[in-house]
């Protein structure tokens, strides 16, 4: 049995149409889902999941209706009070990556709060992808190391892949072993771009809303039934 992935990330899809389906507002579905969150995040300890990398937000959601768009920020300002005591609780420590600073302020100020009450953690990183797109990220990396190189802090000729690595927001993150995206849809979405050039992809036809422990034990099982050869050969692996 391949050994438990250290590194988690969930594209936490679904939520909209988990609510139509039932007549509802997407606004249900939403709600429903950070409760889901509340209980794989749980479940994931349990697992001794080191990195857990949730999908909250992405640059292109910006592109909603304003509302949903509001409600989304509100639900994550209501979540992180509401779940401070258990984060504490639990040794969590949580992060976040993304473009920070055009972000409510409201969010920036509660996540800062968090983040820095829970640094001294030494459970799981709970990393929280908000305002986040994989492009994005690589850009930044590029006009940070630019600019260094501009300022002859970095020799063109010393770049490699530790150097970009080190100016991604994901810089303090190991590589995604396992992907998981709820909902059915089968694609990226611009998620952790970098990160998951080796990542196991793992999809599920449930709708985030509808994610119970019971299929992160599923998904986890399946992950360690594979066999990650990294460009070897089988043989190579079993030797
Ligand atoms: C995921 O559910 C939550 C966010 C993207 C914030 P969706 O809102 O995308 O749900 P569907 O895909 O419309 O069903
Ligand atoms: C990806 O889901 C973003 C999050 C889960 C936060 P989307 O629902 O926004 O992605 P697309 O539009 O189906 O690609
Ligand atoms: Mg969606």
Known sequence: MNKKPK??????????????????????????????????????????????????????????????????????????????KRI??????????GNFNTLPDLVKEELMFVIEKTKINTGMVLTLALNYGGKEEIIDALKAITAKVKNS????ENIDESTLIEHLYTRNLPPVDLLIRTSGEERISNFLLWHIAHAELYFTKTLWPDFKKKDLEKALLNYSKRERRFGKTSEQINV
């Open 153 to 156: 802090i970095i020799s063109p």
């Open 88 to 97: 504490i609780d639990n040794n969590i420590r949580l992060c976040s990556v």
């Open 7 to 84: 590194h988690v990330a969930i594209i936490m899809d679904g939520n909209g149409r988990w609510a139509q389906k039932k007549g509802k507002n997407r606004t249900i579905g939403h709600k429903r889902g950070a409760k889901v969150v509340k209980e794989i995040v749980e479940e994931a300890t349990k697992n001794q999941i080191e990195f857990l990398t949730l999908f909250a937000f992405s640059t292109d959601n910006w592109s909603r209706p304003e509302d949903e768009v509001n409600l989304l920020m509100k639900l994550l300002v209501g979540s992180l009070k509401k779940e401070f």
